[in-house]
């Protein structure tokens, strides 16, 4: 059993080094060259070895992690994509989902937060739910397209009832702010994109957390997408996957990022990895 596990260890290692360390290293070549640039109080090691904790994790209802699930070249991916949005797993601001043998890095809305306020000048957010019953109406300033809410009064006995829609207000830099809006009709929507089609426990239980989180992540989403181009290296396809649904034990919301982002070479797939189960779980 000794010599098993050993076996395990260091083969866990080889992967780590074979994986990690080359992301890392490529990450540095870009860096050096010109081609990406990172922010100044970012640790891509850090959120690597961040990430590598994530990836020996044995995800809910699956037997492997991830590292035996998927291709080591779309881990490699992953990790440049997430290294490359300046984002940390440690933080929850982004997911690794498994969609068959290729991992994804995925968004989520504490994510979508910190690169509004990085690069879409996100002073602060804030969303509410609208309750059936509520008192609420909207403008539209007629130079700007911007949304303002006009009023929105509610009570106790509406809190809990059936949700009708919710909103994000966001606050930028220069003072200036304006409203995302959305029927509960386009959350639904919006939900229906995932595997769980919005009926997962939840969404069940705690809707009133995940249309606060769908508006917001909507609404960072124009702030990012309408930054210059320093702010993301990366291509965003984030409308065709709705990622609150993908993995809702992860709480993942919608709006997932997809696609290949680099191909990094010398990766070898073929390689089967044995990873040692850990008899604890680490506090990570």
């Given at each position: 059993?000794?010599?098993?596990?050993?076996?395990?260890?260091?083969?866990?290692?080889?992967?780590?080094?074979?994986?990690?360390?080359?992301?890392?290293?490529?990450?540095?070549?870009?860096?050096?060259?010109?081609?990406?640039?990172?922010?100044?109080?970012?640790?891509?090691?850090?959120?690597?070895?961040?990430?590598?904790?994530?990836?020996?994790?044995?995800?809910?209802?699956?037997?492997?992690?991830?590292?035996?699930?998927?291709?080591?070249?779309?881990?490699?991916?992953?990790?440049?994509?997430?290294?490359?949005?300046?984002?940390?797993?440690?933080?929850?601001?982004?997911?690794?989902?498994?969609?068959?043998?290729?991992?994804?890095?995925?968004?989520?809305?504490?994510?979508?937060?910190?690169?509004?306020?990085?690069?879409?000048?996100?002073?602060?957010?804030?969303?509410?739910?609208?309750?059936?019953?509520?008192?609420?109406?909207?403008?539209?300033?007629?130079?700007?397209?911007?949304?303002?809410?006009?009023?929105?009064?509610?009570?106790?006995?509406?809190?809990?009832?059936?949700?009708?829609?919710?909103?994000?207000?966001?606050?930028?830099?220069?003072?200036?702010?304006?409203?995302?809006?959305?029927?509960?009709g386009q959350i639904q929507k919006a939900w229906e994109q995932g595997v769980m089609k919005g009926g997962s426990p939840a969404h069940k239980n705690f809707d009133d957390q995940m249309v606060k989180k769908t508006v917001i992540n909507r609404?960072?989403?124009?702030?990012?997408?309408?930054?210059?181009?320093?702010?993301?290296?990366?291509?965003?396809?984030?409308?065709?996957?709705?990622?609150?649904?993908?993995?809702?034990?992860?709480?993942?919301?919608?709006?997932?990022?997809?696609?290949?982002?680099?191909?990094?070479?010398?990766?070898?797939?073929?390689?089967?990895?044995?990873?040692?189960?850990?008899?604890?779980?680490?506090?990570?």
């Amino acid at each position: 059993m000794t010599n098993v596990n050993e076996k395990n260890v260091a083969k866990t290692v080889s992967f780590k080094e074979e994986t990690i360390n080359h992301v890392l290293t490529k990450i540095n070549d870009l860096i050096g060259s010109g081609q990406l640039v990172l922010q100044p109080n970012y640790s891509a090691a850090n959120a690597l070895q961040s990430a590598w904790f994530k990836l020996i994790e044995i995800p809910k209802g699956k037997d492997k992690p991830l590292i035996e699930l998927c291709t080591k070249s779309s881990i490699a991916n992953a990790l440049f994509k997430m290294v490359a949005d300046g984002l940390n797993p440690g933080k929850n601001q982004v997911y690794f989902i498994p969609y068959g043998t290729k991992l994804e890095c995925q968004r989520s809305y504490q994510g979508s937060i910190a690169l509004a306020k990085r690069h879409g000048k996100l002073e602060k957010i804030a969303a509410n739910v609208i309750y059936e019953g509520d008192d609420f109406s909207f403008d539209i300033d007629i130079e700007s397209g911007c949304k303002k809410i006009k009023k929105h009064s509610s009570s106790i006995t509406n809190i809990g009832g059936k949700i009708i829609g919710a909103y994000a207000v966001c606050v930028l830099e220069d003072g200036t702010s304006f409203a995302e809006i959305m029927s509960i009709g386009q959350i639904q929507k919006a939900w229906e994109q995932g595997v769980m089609k919005g009926g997962s426990p939840a969404h069940k239980n705690f809707d009133d957390q995940m249309v606060k989180k769908t508006v917001i992540n909507r609404a960072c989403k124009t702030l990012i997408n309408s930054s210059d181009d320093t702010a993301l290296y990366t291509t965003d396809e984030s409308d065709n996957v709705d990622y609150i649904t993908n993995s809702v034990q992860a709480q993942i919301e919608e709006d997932a990022n997809k696609g290949d982002i680099i191909n990094i070479d010398n990766i070898d797939n073929s390689v089967e990895v044995e990873v040692i189960k850990l008899e604890e779980e680490p506090n990570y």
